[in-house]
């Protein structure tokens, strides 16, 4: 079946720090794959996306490169900042379908 | 900016009382999905809506859950009755087109808690 893996939270870093969260998938065919980022009281947006293999999805600083061999859509910041504490979502959808499958979800935390 | 409006925004229920939540998709936006987050989960998708046409239900508690979009603009999602396991964050979305993009608009979701 089609499935995200997130590596399990919560993830508590210092302002500054280098980020990194995991995302692995499986599925059927060749799916795109996004990151969702739930801020505190607000509902989940689109952060960035990619539709095919060795695309790089970028955003407010953060990338995500599609690795086919991998299986793997991995977040990555260089220095994140407080306003960066939320919850982070990798899904994927299904080429010919018009769900989302989401991972899990990580909460991420940055302290001052 | 348009949003996603969904109501109401908190809900406390006892067991086998009847819910409804109610969803306003942005305007123009032919796709509504509704999904359910567990805590500590990811959204999982209960129904999707093409202008008033129902494209999946597959997991839609049918016993106990039904959606409607009769108009094609806003959505009901009703729970009766309501069970322990039905807690949860129920959220809408919405997307522009009709072929699935993966880009979704997210409501605030509405929060239920069944004692």
């Known amino acids: 079946g089609n499935s995200v893996t997130q590596m399990e939270g919560p993830v508590t870093l210092s302002e500054e720090a280098f980020l990194t969260i995991n995302c692995t998938y499986t599925?059927?065919?060749?799916?795109?794959l996004f990151w969702y980022v739930q801020y505190p009281g607000e509902g989940l947006q689109l952060l960035l996306k990619?539709?095919?293999?060795?695309d790089k999805g970028s955003n407010k600083g953060f990338e995500a490169t599609y690795r086919k061999e991998t299986t793997s859509f991995h977040l990555e910041k260089g220095s994140v900042q407080v306003s960066d504490s939320a919850v982070y979502f990798c899904?994927?959808?299904?080429?010919?379908?018009?769900?989302?499958?989401f991972g899990q979800g990580t909460r991420l935390t940055i302290n001052p | 900016e348009a949003e996603v409006a969904q109501s109401p925004r908190y809900k406390i229920t006892e067991k086998s009382q009847a819910v409804a939540f109610w969803c306003d998709p942005i305007?123009?936006?032919?796709?509504l999905y509704w999904y359910r987050q567990i805590l500590g989960q990811g959204p999982e998708l209960l129904v999707q809506?093409?202008?008033?046409?129902?494209?999946?239900d597959s997991q839609l508690p049918k016993d106990r859950f039904s959606a409607e979009r009769l108009k094609g603009v806003d959505s009901t999602l009703k729970i009766q009755p309501a069970e322990l396991g039905d807690s949860a964050m129920y959220l809408c979305?919405?997307?522009?087109?009709?072929?699935?993009?993966?880009?979704?608009?997210f409501g605030e979701g509405s929060r239920l808690t069944v004692l």
């Open positions: 979305a919405s997307s522009p087109g009709r072929v699935g993009t993966g880009e979704l608009f």
């Open positions: 809506f093409q202008d008033e046409s129902v494209v999946d």
């Open positions: 305007s123009g936006h032919a796709t």
């Open positions: 899904a994927l959808l299904i080429q010919g379908a018009q769900k989302l499958v």
């Open positions: 990619a539709t095919k293999a060795d």
């Open positions: 599925a059927t065919g060749y799916p795109s």
